[in-house]
């Protein structure tokens, strides 16, 4: 039985190391959805460029291919299907 003023007044040491495994639980969690963000976000980044390298590439092969089909008297257009 508790001895002081508010019930449960000899606990409050047990219930402050509950509190600091539930806080230590909560940092852990916390540190590895910050790592788990932060190499998600850095694949993103990555993808991104890799995919602005693509268009960049798209385009200039399509310029390429406009030169080439321009000195044959050709345009895009010809080879490109109407839906």
Request: charged share 35%.
């Amino acid at each position: 039985m508790s001895t002081g003023a508010f019930p449960g007044e000899n606990n409050f040491g047990e219930d402050s190391n509950g509190l600091k495994d539930k806080y230590t639980s909560l940092k852990k969690k916390y540190i590895s959805l910050l790592k788990d963000h932060t190499k998600v976000i850095k694949e993103y980044e990555k993808c991104n460029q890799e995919l602005v390298e693509v268009n960049n590439e798209k385009k200039f092969l399509r310029s390429k291919i406009e030169e080439l089909l321009k000195s044959k008297g050709f345009t895009l257009q010809d080879f490109i299907k109407d839906e």
